[in-house]
């Protein structure tokens, strides 16, 4: 998203001179879609982003990406996250309902206390939780608890940032409370790829190249590239600027080398912020929460079998976060689908004890992923809004970073990549038109 929204802002500004590089034969970064199900039976199903969060309040700010799904005619569908939800646990049924709105006071209340504005550092969730006298005692309480937290910010409470819940459902500030879900059988990328058609052409692209190495100066800079088509050296690539829009996780790994190595406050802000590993697991409300006697424990469900998404499908998908998606992205990768099948099919049987085996399981894998390592970034308690500017800020004048990750007010969002990746293409094309505005070095 970032990449292609920087490229349609050059573009916008006269500014034709450029390439995008991508290392996947198709534009869409984490928005990928799979096809699902057996012969006769199959539906187009999300490894990646399913939802646009947030989309107008009134006459206000409109989410980009909404409009942008609007402009492509996105096929979506308005989706009831906190309202239309069955609650279950280990014995079966259980309506814990008034349990799971007292969650939903508390997150607001924590929310309120890390705005106070009276500490000169940042509370965990965990942390603020305690300061207000708030401690889960049941497994029900857990479940309503890692709703509110783990499932959103992809981390346990006692790493997740109080500080750290961004901008996106705020009308004031934001955009609204909506959720929209993607059912388009061409995948929520076509966005992102419809719109790069209508300024890109052939020989502004580089598919299929992943980055191995970036060295910079004050002159300008240069991109190595391997060809992942056939494992073979790519391309050498020099520029006066280059914009950078890896994954977090990616800055974080050591799959791209910098030379010489990015400064210390870069790589302290790189290193500060979470990248978060959500997974998904596609297998007569929307939502079910399930609360097992372990945290974390295949909590959330959603049915897709329903009007407007896909009826008739039998499909439905679980969310596992955190520390539970980091021990299923552990195991043996021959063993995974069979060992979390089994515990799957456990945990529905509660639930639903005449559930039929599936007849289809698919597993993404984000953190595993060298092209991604992780699902999303967000916010650790450590983590502070200078911290935010330095990942964005460019290095030597030339070189110039953009993604999700560097949002300080909708990090972890699409909206978020759109935004930056527009931000820096702006500040990128002023530097070109006009070297008295470029950053120093």
């Known amino acids: 998203m970032a990449g292609v929204i920087a490229a349609r802002t050059l573009h916008e500004q006269g500014i034709d001179d450029f390439v995008i590089v991508e290392a996947k034969g198709i534009f869409g970064g984490r928005m990928s879609r799979r096809q699902f199900g057996v012969n006769g039976s199959s539906y187009v199903v999300e490894k990646g982003p399913n939802w646009i969060h947030g989309t107008q309040t009134g006459s206000g700010p409109a989410n980009p990406v909404w409009l942008l799904a609007q402009k492509h005619n996105l096929s979506m569908v308005e989706s009831n996250l906190f309202t239309n939800i069955t609650f279950f646990d280990y014995n079966g049924p259980n309506d814990y309902s008034k349990t799971f709105n007292a969650s939903l006071t508390a997150f607001d209340n924590a929310r309120v206390l890390a705005a106070m504005g009276t500490k000169q550092t940042d509370l965990d969730l965990r942390s603020a939780y305690n300061y207000m006298g708030v401690a889960p005692k049941t497994p029900q309480e857990e479940a309503c608890e890692w709703y509110q937290i783990d499932y959103d910010a992809s981390q346990t409470s006692s790493l997740a940032s109080a500080w750290n819940y961004n901008y996106t459902f705020d009308p004031d500030v934001g955009y609204s409370d909506v959720d929209m879900l993607s059912v388009d059988p061409r995948g929520m990328a076509c966005i992102v790829q419809a719109e790069a058609a209508t300024f890109l052409n052939t020989s502004q692209v580089l598919f299929n190249q992943a980055v191995t190495s970036i060295q910079y100066n004050q002159s300008g800079v240069t991109v190595q590239t391997r060809n992942l088509t056939n494992n073979t050296s790519g391309y050498t690539l020099t520029a006066d600027h280059v914009l950078v829009t890896f994954s977090v996780g990616v800055l974080q790994g050591t ?142 004048g030339h070189l110039w970073f953009a993604g999700e990750g560097t949002s300080l007010r909708y990090f972890g969002f699409l909206h978020g990549a759109y935004l930056e990746g527009q931000k820096a293409a702006t500040n990128i094309a002023a530097c070109i038109n006009n070297p008295a505005r470029c950053p120093s070095t």
């Open 255 to 396: 799959d791209v080398t910098f030379e010489p190595a990015l400064p210390d406050w870069k790589r302290e802000a790189i290193s500060n912020i979470e990248m978060a590993t959500g997974e998904k697991f596609w297998f007569d409300s929307e939502i079910a929460l399930y609360a097992d006697q372990q945290k974390g424990k295949y909590p959330v469900w959603q049915s897709l079998d329903h009007p407007g998404i896909f009826p008739g499908s039998g499909i439905i998908f679980v969310t596992v976060t955190g520390d539970y998606a980091n021990y299923l992205e552990q195991l043996n990768s021959n063993k995974t689908t069979t060992q979390v099948q089994q515990e799957v099919m456990e945990v529905l049987r509660r639930m639903y004890p005449n559930a039929p085996d599936p007849i289809a399981i698919f597993m993404p894998f984000w953190g595993k992923d060298p092209l991604f390592r992780g699902s999303y970034s967000n916010w650790g308690a450590s983590f502070v809004p200078q911290h935010s500017y330095n990942l964005s800020a460019p290095v030597d």
